[in-house]
């Protein structure tokens, strides 16, 4: 469990520098980012870079903070106890698969 705990905690600073590099965060709500609009400069050509830039960051955002809230769910699990159980089945999920992805919401089967 404890190993399971620092895995997520690694992943969670991972996403977080990952994230912090193309977004900022939203008020004071965790994991809750918002990408970055990079004012590269004002000439057509500078602000056409900037829109497919942050067109690209946009997706990159959402799935690195998809990611981070499920990591942050894990963890909160972790201290309420209910870790390890799949949310759909409610069966213990196998401690295989929660080394393999410790932010696993559901059972192989679900
Ligand atoms: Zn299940």
Redesign the pocket.
């Given at each position: 469990m404890e190993e399971l705990k620092n895995a997520l905690l690694e992943e969670k600073a991972e996403l977080e520098k990952n994230l912090g590099k193309i977004a900022k965060p939203v008020d004071k709500e965790e994991g809750d980012y918002e990408t970055s609009f990079e004012d590269i400069g004002t000439d057509k050509d500078d602000n056409a870079t900037e829109v497919d830039q942050y067109t690209q960051n946009l997706g990159v955002e959402s799935a690195l903070e998809k990611n981070l809230q499920d990591v942050i769910d894990a963890l909160e699990k972790m201290d309420k106890g209910t870790y390890g159980i799949?949310e759909?089945?409610q069966?213990e999920i196998p401690v295989e698969r929660l080394k393999a992805n410790p932010s696993a919401k559901?059972?192989i089967?679900?």
């Open positions: 799949c759909n089945c069966k559901t059972c089967k679900c």
